[in-house]
């Protein structure tokens, strides 16, 4: 026998054995699911081993997350990512490999997206067949349904790091320089408003999260995310999170709206996890009001790229001229600090670049640092 069709088989001895209007505890269920396995073990002559697998495959099926259990469990294990019924990839220890377990149906696979929303309060289905929400232990989400995932539902899963990153460790394992090191900490102290940019999975966030640990007890932080990320510790700390709408269309919370509301929160700094939207405006419109020190991340290809960016999502407002945003820009914005993956997926500091005054319809920028070199000074 198969060892898929034996835990089908004990899942399905043990609903026959539990009530539906009792909640076990998993000690309970466990032990239920024992007794299960110990009545069909005779007919498989099953191992101890292979008593184990099917004892906690069950357990995952009912409890948890199922076969992708394991690979939530696995520390070294970043990335999650279910191809339907075809696959499943992960990113382990910087690459990315085909793992040997898959789901046998799409059904199987819907019902544990299902639960991961529930976490989050999110719904899926076929009139909102797109999710994102967040995981019991921080991780992110992303769930798309068929048909708009052709060979879904497609299943991406970003593992929340329990490690606590330093400088001292982005120095070791060369992600910034000592010079850039010291460079960033006076930058964080200084009060300046810092950008952090750079493609999926560069490491944005955690460096967000290092630099933020620079940042004076003294001063008054509120941070928005879309998802709770960041991990601060200073003492006069404000979280606030986006909700999506639901079902019916109501009740969104946008980033937009929680950065006019930490307007009125009298703070010192202001951390945006991503900005990603028109909400772009207001993060900029928020640097040039006395809101020095500010910090968040995008995404781009380059430190002058994430100029364009900013200008093209701010544009998304439709009240405003780019000329008028580029100024705000070279007003508000001083630093920005581009990370870089390779293709040996390490990631490190491209470039540090100065963001200086609007001149002829531009803005111009002042690099700072190049490749871990240093190639020019700020400018005070």
């Not at 090191?181 to 006076?186: A, D, G, K, R």
Request: charged share 25%; hydrophobic share 35%; with cysteine.
């Amino acid at each position: 026998m198969t060892r898929n069709y034996l835990v089908d088989m004990v899942n399905q001895k043990l609903t026959h054995s539990i009530s539906s209007e009792v909640i076990y505890s998993d000690s309970e269920l466990l032990k239920i699911i024992d007794e299960c396995i110990e009545n069909i073990s005779d007919r498989a002559r099953l191992s101890y081993h292979e008593k184990s697998e099917i004892r906690l495959s069950v357990f995952n099926l009912r409890r948890k997350f199922g076969i992708i259990q394991p690979l939530l469990d696995d520390p070294g294990v970043n990335e999650i990512m279910v191809n339907g019924t075809d696959a499943i990839f992960i990113e382990k220890d910087g690459k990315i490999e085909q793992t040997s377990v898959r789901f046998e149906s799409k059904d199987d696979l819907f019902g544990i997206i299902q639960s991961m929303a529930s976490f989050s309060n999110r719904s899926i289905n076929e009139s909102s067949p797109i999710v994102d929400a967040r995981l019991a232990d921080g991780s992110r989400i992303n769930a798309v349904l068929n048909p708009t995932a052709v060979n879904g539902p497609v299943l991406t899963i970003r593992k929340f790091s329990e490690r606590t990153f330093t400088m001292e460790n982005f120095i070791e394992f060369e992600t910034v320089t000592y010079d850039e090191s010291v460079f960033l900490q006076w930058a964080v102290e200084s009060s300046l408003n810092i950008f952090v940019s750079g493609g999926t999975s560069s490491g944005k966030t955690t460096f967000l999260n290092v630099l933020s640990k620079y940042i004076p007890e003294k001063d008054r932080i509120i941070v928005i995310e879309d998802s709770s990320e960041l991990r601060l510790c200073q003492p006069n700390l404000v979280r606030l999170e986006t909700r999506p709408p639901n079902s019916e269309g109501k009740g969104e919370i946008s980033m937009r709206k929680l950065i006019k509301t930490a307007l009125r929160m009298r703070p010192d700094r202001i951390i945006v996890g991503e900005v990603r939207d028109e909400s772009a405006l207001d993060m900029i419109q928020a640097l040039c009001t006395g809101h020095d020190g500010s910090m968040s991340t995008a995404h781009a290809n380059s430190a002058e790229d994430v100029l364009i960016r900013l200008e093209t999502m701010a544009l998304w407002e439709g009240h405003v001229s780019s000329e008028s945003i580029r100024r705000q820009i070279s007003s508000g914005v001083d630093l920005v600090v581009h990370l870089e993956r390779d293709r040996d997926m390490r990631r490190r500091v491209k470039e540090i670049v100065q963001v200086c005054d609007y001149e002829s319809g531009g803005i111009k920028v002042n690099p700072v640092f190049s490749d871990g070199k240093k190639i020019g000074s700020y400018i005070t």
